[in-house]
């Protein structure tokens, strides 16, 4: 993971969009192949879910054998879609086709996505309602596709490496680009799967019999999901269930929904627009939100101020414009950090572009807030800027001339 990162991606190179659309992330290997001998998908043989926090983002299950995997995934967020994919191998078990499909619970077709691959291109053929949009990328490798609430291509990527002879390695294919990961054992049967150029890792894998996969840990990432093998799941069960929670309005939703913040202080039109994360259970400050990394203050796109006076912080001026918000929290203090850049990616952070590091008064919340929040108070001439999640209140005050 990048320092500063995420948020995982990734909207410039469509990662790092996964997470805010419900980011699709690929799977790949040089040869990807499936153990010889096991009896062709009859029904189900492997079941996972998707977490983030105590929150279920997905269930699946899918059948693997020496020449296909079929599966289904449904997934929660924002709306409950029902991914229906099935992956074909050559002769020599390389990987030679993916296609899914995106449908309702009603059986409507939202979208359908194919991959086919040749020896150095994979050719991506993506249907929309009526557009069709086609794109290769180069690559020697097979990619296997994963899209985050499917994790066959983990199963067999991550295993077909373990099982190989030389080099324990694979990549992944994120968007029109090819990510490598190296694998270290950190302890028997516990993998470190690191990218050396710190995009969208550590991830961290646990295996069991055979090398199958047993569990994913995604924290250390913007998507900050955990994926375990659960016993049998009635996937068909859990559709209906999900299907009839969201028509009483208690789907999940987005997960981190954008808002904004707005106040007219002594005259100035101030502005703050930000993506709002959940702790769904979760310890935040210290876990979710590393200590010492930098913070892109919210999720997706990032925080973004605008302000049409100068507002004055201590005695830093910050001139009227617009800027991006990060932090850096710390336990032995935090800094908001003002930065020229602005309209990026959140985990696009450019240290050469801060305009200023300012520290932040940081108290306890007797009461958990939930959901990431902002606030703009006023007070006299000026006001404070409040940023408000679990049992923390960081603030700043500002005047305005």
């Given at each position: 993971?990048?320092?500063y990162?995420?948020?995982?991606?990734h909207?410039?190179?469509?990662?790092?969009?996964?997470?805010?659309?419900?980011?699709?992330a690929?799977?790949?290997?040089?040869?990807?192949?499936?153990?010889?001998?096991?009896?062709?998908?009859?029904?189900p043989d492997?079941?996972?879910?998707?977490?983030?926090?105590?929150?279920?983002?997905?269930?699946e299950?899918?059948?693997?054998?020496?020449?296909?995997?079929?599966?289904?995934?449904?997934?929660?967020?924002?709306?409950?879609?029902?991914?229906?994919?099935?992956?074909?191998?050559?002769?020599?078990g390389?990987?030679?086709?993916?296609h899914v499909?995106?449908?309702?619970?009603?059986?409507?077709?939202?979208?359908?996505?194919d991959?086919?691959?040749?020896?150095?291109?994979?050719?991506v053929?993506?249907k929309?309602?009526t557009?069709?949009?086609?794109?290769?990328v180069?690559?020697?490798e097979?990619?296997?596709?994963l899209?985050?609430?499917?994790?066959?291509?983990?199963?067999?990527?991550?295993?077909?490496?373990?099982n190989?002879?030389?080099?324990?390695e694979?990549?992944?294919?994120a968007?029109?680009?090819?990510?490598?990961?190296?694998?270290?054992?950190?302890?028997?049967?516990?993998?470190?799967?690191v990218?050396?150029?710190?995009?969208?890792?550590?991830?961290?894998?646990?295996?069991?019999?055979g090398?199958?996969?047993?569990?994913?840990?995604?924290?250390?990432?913007?998507?900050?999901?955990?994926?375990?093998?659960?016993?049998?799941?009635?996937?068909?069960?859990?559709?209906i269930?999900?299907?009839?929670?969201?028509?009483?309005?208690k789907?999940?939703?987005?997960l981190?929904?954008?808002?904004?913040?707005?106040a007219?202080?002594?005259?100035?039109?101030?502005f703050?627009s930000?993506?709002?994360?959940s702790?769904?259970?979760?310890?935040?400050?210290?876990?979710?939100?590393?200590?010492?990394?930098?913070?892109?203050?919210?999720?997706?796109?990032?925080?973004?101020?605008?302000?049409?006076?100068?507002?004055?912080?201590?005695?830093?001026v910050?001139?009227a414009?617009t800027?991006?918000?990060?932090?850096?929290?710390s336990?032995?203090?935090?800094?908001?950090?003002?930065?020229?850049?602005?309209?990026?990616?959140?985990?696009?952070?450019?240290?050469?572009k801060?305009f200023?590091?300012?520290?932040?008064?940081?108290?306890?919340?007797?009461?958990?807030v939930?959901?990431?929040?902002?606030?703009?108070?006023?007070?006299g001439?000026?006001g404070?800027?409040?940023?408000?999640?679990?049992n923390?209140?960081?603030s700043?005050?500002?005047?305005?001339?």
């Amino acid at each position: 993971m990048k320092k500063y990162n995420h948020n995982h991606i990734h909207e410039r190179n469509h990662m790092k969009r996964s997470i805010y659309l419900f980011i699709v992330a690929t799977m790949a290997v040089c040869s990807v192949t499936v153990g010889q001998g096991i009896k062709k998908p009859e029904k189900p043989d492997h079941y996972f879910l998707t977490k983030l926090g105590n929150d279920t983002l997905a269930v699946e299950e899918f059948s693997i054998n020496s020449h296909e995997i079929q599966g289904t995934s449904i997934a929660r967020a924002p709306k409950l879609t029902v991914r229906k994919y099935k992956a074909t191998f050559g002769d020599n078990g390389t990987l030679q086709n993916f296609h899914v499909t995106y449908q309702r619970f009603s059986g409507q077709v939202l979208s359908e996505r194919d991959y086919t691959y040749t020896n150095d291109s994979v050719h991506v053929v993506n249907k929309q309602d009526t557009m069709t949009t086609k794109y290769s990328v180069a690559t020697s490798e097979h990619p296997f596709p994963l899209f985050y609430d499917i994790f066959a291509g983990w199963q067999a990527t991550v295993q077909n490496a373990l099982n190989s002879k030389g080099k324990k390695e694979f990549s992944i294919l994120a968007g029109r680009q090819i990510y490598h990961y190296d694998i270290q054992e950190t302890a028997p049967g516990k993998f470190d799967l690191v990218n050396p150029t710190g995009d969208f890792s550590p991830l961290h894998a646990v295996v069991g019999k055979g090398n199958e996969v047993e569990s994913f840990d995604m924290t250390a990432t913007t998507d900050k999901v955990i994926v375990e093998k659960t016993v049998e799941l009635d996937v068909k069960e859990a559709v209906i269930r999900y299907a009839a929670a969201e028509k009483t309005g208690k789907q999940l939703g987005v997960l981190s929904p954008g808002d904004s913040v707005r106040a007219t202080i002594n005259g100035a039109k101030i502005f703050i627009s930000y993506s709002r994360p959940s702790m769904r259970g979760r310890t935040i400050f210290g876990q979710v939100v590393p200590w010492n990394v930098v913070w892109r203050t919210g999720a997706n796109a990032a925080t973004q101020l605008v302000t049409d006076k100068d507002l004055t912080f201590g005695t830093t001026v910050v001139p009227a414009g617009t800027y991006t918000l990060f932090t850096l929290p710390s336990q032995s203090g935090w800094k908001l950090i003002i930065n020229s850049q602005h309209g990026q990616w959140g985990t696009d952070y450019d240290q050469k572009k801060d305009f200023v590091r300012l520290p932040l008064t940081v108290n306890k919340l007797d009461d958990a807030v939930e959901r990431f929040t902002f606030e703009i108070t006023s007070e006299g001439s000026g006001g404070t800027i409040h940023l408000k999640w679990e049992n923390t209140d960081a603030s700043i005050p500002f005047s305005v001339k």
